[in-house]
């Protein structure tokens, strides 16, 4: 269930702008005012329940930080990747 961090690289190489940290996915997400992020969150919450898997999430000013990692095998797994997609069509 645990990814290998030989297959963490290779899915990496096919998402903008995530890294890994700590065996957990993460990006920051920029935006022009706090309630952008805000409403942002909002739709990653709803994309969460919807997966049963959920971020931890930072809102700044400006900006959202947002990190992904599967509690339930204490590491990255392929739920991690799945919601990261969704999450980069939730920007626009
Ligand atoms: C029973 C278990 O808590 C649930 O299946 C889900 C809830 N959301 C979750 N989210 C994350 N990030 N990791 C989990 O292991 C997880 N488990």
């Given at each position: ?20 940290e ?19 969150v ?33 590491g990255i ?16």
């Amino acid at each position: 269930m645990k990814l290998s961090s030989k297959e963490i690289k290779n899915r990496l190489s096919g998402l903008n702008g995530w890294k890994e940290e700590n065996s957990t996915l993460m990006k920051t997400y920029r935006f022009p005012s706090y309630m952008d992020g805000v409403r942002f969150v909002e739709r990653i919450a709803e994309a969460a329940e919807e997966a049963n898997h959920h971020p931890d999430l930072l809102i700044r000013y400006g900006q959202v930080e947002v990190r992904l990692t599967t509690h339930d095998v204490g590491g990255i797994s392929e739920k991690d990747f799945q919601l990261a997609q969704v999450i980069e069509t939730l920007t626009g």
